[in-house]
């Protein structure tokens, strides 16, 4: 288990945000935290602490008046910590390359290859062969409905027909070098961590697999742990000191 730091950027700041409250609808969010600091600021601590594989999100629709000043921030984020940052939000083959150059060591996208509901697999072999397997993350931000995890994509608001299974990351796992999986439903709400969902991602050994949602305490660790088998790395957000919280930075460390 590693510790993933996070940037996330919604309306050109640095903010935590309860992930199934965001809308496109003029740039809606229930806010946790919204920061002082710019992602400059995040990055260059991560990279003086020596934490890596941490991600930088983008939260704005690219037709956002937003977008612009989201992506300065993220930009600034990448040039503070060249090849110790992910990058995702609205990625895709025409703009992958741009955001390597500028300094990050992984591209993630969702919506990009689930299309109307679907996996589109020529659009993943698009994105695999603009970024490179070796720099590609797959996001399988999911939220439940019935009895199983569907994949959701376009900033969190949108179910597909894609249930999360071991069957479904095997294979796209030849596609890329990692995964990252937000549980949108417990998302920014510090209210524990989807065991279920912990314990299925825990079953996959071909790539690394970071999972991000409701992680508001030592002891959702310590679940998390248990739950994955000691295989996920994990994210934490609204319940960092850094980000307004009570889970200490240093003892993360």
């Not at 609808?25 to 400059?40: H, I, M």
């Not at 110790?84 to 992958?96: E, H, K, R, S, T």
Request: charged share 25%; with cysteine; proline share 3%.
């Amino acid at each position: 288990m590693r510790f993933r730091p996070c940037i996330d950027i919604h309306n050109g700041k640095v903010k935590q945000i309860v992930g199934g409250s965001l809308r496109d609808v003029q740039d809606q969010a229930e806010e946790n935290f919204v920061s002082g600091q710019d992602a400059a600021f995040y990055a260059e601590l991560y990279k003086e602490k020596g934490l890596k594989g941490g991600h930088v999100i983008l939260l704005n629709s690219g037709d956002s008046p937003y977008f612009p000043a989201t992506k300065e921030q993220a930009l600034l984020a990448l040039k503070a910590y060249p090849g110790g940052l992910q990058i995702g939000g609205g990625v895709n083959p025409d703009n992958a390359q741009e955001y390597l150059q500028a300094g990050a060591s992984h591209v993630i996208v969702t919506s990009y290859v689930f299309k109307d509901g679907k996996i589109s697999w020529e659009n993943l072999e698009k994105i695999e062969k603009a970024a490179g397997r070796e720099h590609l993350v797959i996001d399988l931000s999911c939220r439940k409905k019935a009895d199983a995890y569907y994949v959701v994509t376009d900033r969190w608001q949108k179910f597909t027909q894609v249930p999360v299974t071991l069957e479904l990351m095997e294979r796209l796992g030849s596609y890329c070098d990692e995964f990252l999986v937000h549980a949108v439903d417990v998302e920014g709400k510090a209210s524990g961590i989807e065991t279920e969902l912990a314990a299925l991602l825990g079953e996959f050994h071909m790539r690394p697999v970071t999972y991000a949602g409701g992680i508001g305490s030592q002891q959702d660790l310590d679940l998390l742990d248990k739950a994955g088998k000691g295989n996920l790395d994990f994210t934490i957000g609204s319940a960092l000191d850094l980000f307004g919280g009570s889970i200490p930075f240093e003892r993360l460390l």
